[in-house]
Each structure stands twice: as structure tokens, then as C-alpha cells.
């Protein structure tokens, strides 16, 4: 029998979200159907949706921004959320959305979102124009993360300006979208992200930092034991990158529907470090249904560890709770 799901990378648009967004995520809404209701709506459209794939609990989150939101779209997106969670707060909760181009500006957000609005965490894109957060100006985000206990969801987004001419190449536009999107460079880039973290020092700073990368680690397992072996050469860190994957960093299986990447992260990642997702609306939850059904038939995991991922996992990390399946 299918446990209780806990789905956290679930995505909407706020109406100041929606009035910044540029054409590569108004180019998704012609292809495909009903994108843009599912992402507006926080309600019965989403609830609708989930009983499809029998998710009883939805982390929501805002989608990729380009260039990162300004402060005020922020905190007039985090109201709106807020709003809508407080409607169902059983089967709801919520992501901070945050100005990342701003460090100070992005904390302060992210405590407020905390403290004031009952956020688990944030979701913040990959890089803003090309600028990662390894430098010492975003020490002020990385300790505010780290005080307030919750985690920082890094998802991917758009490449910038400089990064397009590695995608583009000999071959069609839409491949050269595709590559630098979902078919490749967003799951690179934020599995680079998390190594340029690690190589600055970012986890001996803040060694209780919880991160969570989705699409079943951003391509990182399938690597770890060589980046690890080799990251000795990076500097001088207190504590070595296996470490950081054992403490700091989890993983979710978003939009990945198949087992096969599961193998190899259970045979180096520990399973309390394995989070259900299915990125919504850009998938479908009866996919990820599907492929939890696949998972508890497959013997790749006991009921119990099965339960960790579906659900009991995230509430341990969020201090949320998936309410029964009736």
C-alpha cells in the first residue's frame, strides 16, 4: 500500500511573480497544457491535482525567477503564499522566495518568512546573472540559514549570458534550450554550485547548514566517489566533502522517474537523506505515484525505508506532518 506522500518541490506563481517573467518561462506555457492555471493557483485546482497522485503534503515553492526578484515581489510573493497556506495548512506549507542578488536583504526576508509567515525554508535559484553564493558577502544568508535550523532548497534556473555559448552549438534551438535547461546544464550547474560552496568553505563556516538539491542530486552521486578522492586538492577544509554530503546535503527525486538513478544514491547516500518530490506542475504527480509503486515492488528498499523516503523524512527535516490517507 502506497504510505503517506510529502511532495516539496511544488512550484506556483504569485501575481508579482507573474508580472516579472521573462520569455523562456512564457515559452513553456504554449507547450504545455494548463501550466500557467496550475502554477497561479494555491487551492482546489492544486488539491485536485494531488489526490491524482495521492499526495497528501505539499511543500510549495515559487518557480525559477530569472535574474532574481526584487525585494518587494519577494515579500509581496511570500504574503500571497502565506494567504493561501493559512487556508489549508494541513495539506500546505511553504518555501521563501528571495531577492539573491541581495545577501543582507535576502536574510532579512528569509527571517521574516520564518518567523512571521511559518516558512520550513527557502527555494532560491542557482545563480543570479551568473554569480554563485560562495562569497564571503553571502555569509550573512548562509548564517541566517543556519541560526534559524531550516534548510535552503537550491534549484535550478535559466543559463545567464555567459553561459549560453556552451549550449549552443551545431544543432537546432530547441536542443540548444534544452541542454542548457532541463535535458542538461540546470542539474550541472547546480551540482557545481554545491561543490563551489564546499571548496570555499562555505560548511566549515556554517557546519549545521542544511541544503537540499532535487532531480536525484543534480548528477552528483553518479560522481561522488571520484570528486571526493579528488577534492583533497581543493584547500585546507576542517571537514571533507563526504562528510558534508553525509550532514548537510539532501536529495530529491523530482521529475527523475526512474529507478535505475536510485541504485547507485542508495549505495552512497544515507536514506534518511532521500526526499519524495515530483515538480509540479512541470510533471505530474500521478508520475510520481507511479514511480513510488515501482519503488515498493522493485526490493531496492524495506517498507520502512520506503516510508523514510515517502514521507517521514521530510517531516523530520521540515517539522511538518502528512496527514493520513483516508
Not at 162 to 170: D, I, L, R, W
Not at 174 to 200: D, P, Q
Not at 296 to 325: C, D, F, W
Amino acid at each position: 500500500m502506497v504510505p503517506p506522500l510529502i511532495t516539496l518541490e511544488e512550484h506556483f506563481f504569485s501575481t508579482a511573480a507573474m508580472d516579472t517573467l521573462d520569455d523562456k518561462m512564457v515559452e513553456q506555457f504554449k507547450h504545455i497544457p494548463g501550466l500557467k492555471d496550475k502554477l497561479t493557483d494555491a487551492d482546489e485546482l492544486r488539491l485536485e491535482e494531488m489526490e491524482k497522485g495521492k499526495v497528501s503534503f505539499q511543500v510549495i515553492s515559487h518557480a525559477c525567477i530569472a535574474g532574481a526578484p526584487s525585494p518587494s515581489v519577494c515579500r509581496e510573493g511570500n504574503d500571497e503564499l502565506a494567504g493561501h497556506i493559512q487556508k489549508h495548512p494541513d495539506r500546505f506549507a511553504g518555501f521563501a522566495v528571495l531577492p539573491m542578488s541581495d545577501a543582507e536583504k535576502s536574510a532579512k526576508e528569509l527571517e521574516r518568512s520564518i518567523k512571521q509567515l511559518g516558512f520550513v525554508g527557502a527555494m532560491v535559484d542557482n545563480h543570479v546573472h551568473g554569480k554563485y553564493y560562495d562569497g564571503s558577502e553571502y555569509d550573512v544568508f548562509w548564517k541566517m540559514a543556519q541560526d534559524l535550523d531550516v534548510p535552503i532548497y537550491l534549484h535550478p534556473t535559466w543559463p545567464s549570458d555567459n553561459m549560453n555559448p556552451q549550449y549552443t552549438g551545431n544543432f537546432s534551438d530547441g536542443a540548444s534550450r534544452s541542454m542548457g535547461a532541463s535535458g542538461w546544464g540546470w542539474h550541472t550547474e547546480t551540482g557545481l554550485h554545491i561543490l563551489r560552496l564546499f571548496a570555499a568553505g562555505v560548511f566549515d563556516k556554517f557546519p549545521n547548514l542544511k541544503m537540499i538539491i532535487g532531480h536525484m542530486g543534480e548528477m552528483l552521486p553518479f560522481q561522488l566517489q571520484r570528486i571526493c578522492n579528488l577534492s583533497v586538492r581543493w584547500g585546507d577544509h576542517k571537514r571533507k566533502l563526504r562528510q558534508v554530503w553525509d550532514e548537510n546535503i539532501w536529495i530529491t527525486t523530482s521529475g527523475v522517474w526512474s529507478l535505475d538513478p536510485l541504485r547507485c544514491i542508495l549505495g552512497n547516500t544515507k536514506v534518511d537523506r532521500i526526499l519524495f518530490s515530483v515538480d509540479y506542475p512541470f510533471e505530474k504527480n500521478e508520475n510520481g505515484l507511479k514511480w513510488i509503486e515501482e519503488l515498493e515492488h522493485s526490493g531496492l528498499v524495506t517498507e520502512e525505508q520506503l516510508e523514510m523516503i515517502a514521507y517521514k523524512n521530510s517531516e523530520k527535516l521540515l517539522n511538518v506532518k502528512a496527514p493520513p490517507r483516508t
